[in-house]
């Protein structure tokens, strides 16, 4: 069974950092696609990078040159690095992963349950 538990969420002020992870059980996360995806209130969830087998990244717009995604497979665990962070990064934060889908769109077979980024200017 395919388990995806976030970490590393809290508050930062504007121009800080935070490093959010998934631990991920149940398969090898080399194996899949990952992703990051987040979702404010009122809006709808956005992707944020992606990370495939070979471990070529993508990002979104908003975040490139200030997020990085990586993994390690030894611990099987995913992360997101977010410097230079913005308010408008504020937003829950989601890990996925999927055995063949890796787009920056919400369809993913597995999800986990969310870590909250409060940014504050």
């Known amino acids: 069974q395919v388990q995806l538990v976030e970490s590393g969420g809290g508050s930062v002020q504007a121009g800080g950092s935070l490093r959010l992870s998934c631990a991920a059980s149940?398969?090898?996360?080399?194996?899949?696609?990952m992703a990051w995806f987040r979702q404010a209130p009122g809006k709808r969830r956005e992707g944020v990078a992606t990370i495939d087998s070979a471990g070529s990244a993508s990002y979104a717009d908003s975040v490139k040159g200030r997020f990085t995604i990586s993994r390690d497979n030894a611990k099987n665990t995913l992360y997101l690095q977010m410097n230079s962070l913005k308010p408008e990064d504020t937003a829950m934060y989601y890990c996925?992963?999927?055995?063949?889908?890796?787009?920056?769109?919400?369809?993913?077979?597995?999800w986990g349950q969310g870590t909250q980024v409060t940014v504050s200017s």
């Open positions: 149940g398969y090898t996360v080399s194996t899949y696609c």
């Open positions: 996925a992963a999927d055995r063949t889908r890796c787009w920056l769109l919400p369809v993913y077979n597995y």
